[in-house]
């Protein structure tokens, strides 16, 4: 039946807002733009995280999160808070991992994530 995740799709309202922190905060580079640059998509590894910009489709506070893996937690950790990112979820350790949430500029729920080995 379902063999894998396809994307990731995270809604937002401002494509320059949502663009300029996904490619300059986050530094995920752009894979596919469509839609006047209301869509682009990010691939990281084997999942795509596409963000898009529809009147359809709005942005929540309470929708689904995103971890994204990270070789150096602790680096990343400190480059975001640098760049003026707020964790709603301080670095937090766990058996498996080392996580941290914040938001994107329309509150949707984005984690710095390292699994321990």
Known sequence: MIKEVAFVAIAVSDKERARKFYQETLELK?????????????DLGTVTIGVGCHPMWQPSHDGTSVAFEVEDFDGVYAKLKERGVTFD??????????????????????LVHKRKK
């Open 30 to 42: 752009p894979a596919t733009t469509a839609l006047e640059g209301a869509w682009v998509e990010y």
């Open 89 to 110: 979820i301080d670095k937090t350790e766990t058996p498996i991992c080392w996580m941290a949430q914040f938001r994107d500029p329309d509150g949707n729920k984005l």
